[in-house]
């Protein structure tokens, strides 16, 4: 992590500026030197992925101002103030507004290279947080495209080569692994987002109903045909038509599927009028359409039509990694969702998450986590055990750090994350509060908004 951390450093003493610069350089930081804060600032915004550390004394903009500027704007981002002796007073008040740490002057080498290593841990906790709220708005079916391994880095990439595109796109994976989510991020990626997403099964209709959900009727077309219907093709136009269980497409429709992809046009049942349709069509199949055995009887010139591109989403066996931090974004989510406190993690349900098998894949995962969330998960201990599990093993020292960890964490869900309340629940002074929360690698923020 250090090798890409960016550490924006100020000072306007230029040989101590080189010589800090230096030392954190060998640790492994890509540091940038400024001699003034507004020369910072010019690099500064809330996407800054790394740590500030500042002079107190400067002309100009001083470290405290230069503070309160980046607090305006992301008040999360880590600033480590460098301090004389006679600025100590000051300094223990910044760190009481917020201030990440302070180093007072002179201080050893190991001792700023610590600082700036946990505080970009910290920064690292608050970016990813980031990342993952807003990659769980992608999807209707309320499972996240998340994930840190190589092939999930990957298929974002493709998808942000490709959404903007027109190409129609092809999605195979096992049930649960997402791959609604992949279509509508292709839609919300690409200048199609204006229009409509429409998604429809095509294994959860009959045969005699889908030709008219997908075509659209005239009134009179058929039987009970009352009213005029516009299709879902028609009504995707000029946005994004998502086929889900293709393979399941009754042989007669997807003849006419055929000549829709190729000709661009539709034409409702009960009339000879052709309309032309502005489509961008991603379908998406849980069996290999490439392979004779399992395609079956699904037209081979259908599918060739449709793999333009193919996009394979791989199951959650195959990226255990991430299993983690899924389970960790659904259940917070429950939590907020049932309005209910996030419990601790107990070594059973650890073991579950590495060793399970997952054939249902993300959707299994989400539905365990928020089984884990209700108390309802019966291999789980009840409630009043949970504060023991994970703690019989290990040393006394570390128990106890895991045993304050969980009671900070208790403390900041009932209060929401407000720190005064916290703190005063607590008994710790607000520097001690700070410190444990950088010590456990706890972000206040991911509290204040389960209430």
Known sequence: MEASTPVLLIDDDRDLLRATAQTLSLAGFDVRSFSSGNEALVDLDENFTGVVVSDIRMPGIDG???????????????????????????????????????????FPAERLVQCVRHAAEKRGLVIENRRLKAAGNNGDDGLPLLGQTPVMERLRHMLRQIADTDVDVLVTGETGTGKEVVASALHAWSRRAKSNFVALNCGALPEQVIESELFGHEPGAFTGAQKKRIGRIEHSSGGTLFLDEIESMPLSTQVQMLRVLEMREVTPLGTNEVRPVDLRVVAASKVDLGHPDQRASFREDLYYRLNVVTLTIPPLRERRDDIPLLFNYFARRASR?????LPGVPRTVLEHLREHYWPGNVRELSHYAERFVLGLEPSLPTPSAQAGLGFECGALPE???????D????????????????????????????????????????????R
Do not use: C, N, W
Not at 408 to 436: C, H, M, N, S, W
């Open 399 to 405: 128990r106890l750090e895991r045993y304050e960890a």
């Open 407 to 450: 009671i900070i964490r208790e403390t900041l869900t009932e209060y929401a994350g407000d720190v005064q309340q916290t703190i005063a629940a607590l008994g710790i002074p607000r520097k001690t509060f700070y410190d444990k929360l950088q010590r456990h690698g706890i972000v206040r923020s991911d509290y204040a908004d389960r």
């Open 337 to 341: 969702r049932f309005d209910r406190p």
């Open 64 to 106: 405290l101002q230069l503070f309160e500027r980046i607090s305006g704007f992301d008040p999360e981002l880590p600033v480590v103030l460098m301090t004389g002796h006679g600025d100590i007073p000051m300094a223990v008040k910044a760190i009481q507004d917020g201030v990440y740490d302070f180093l007072a002057k002179p």
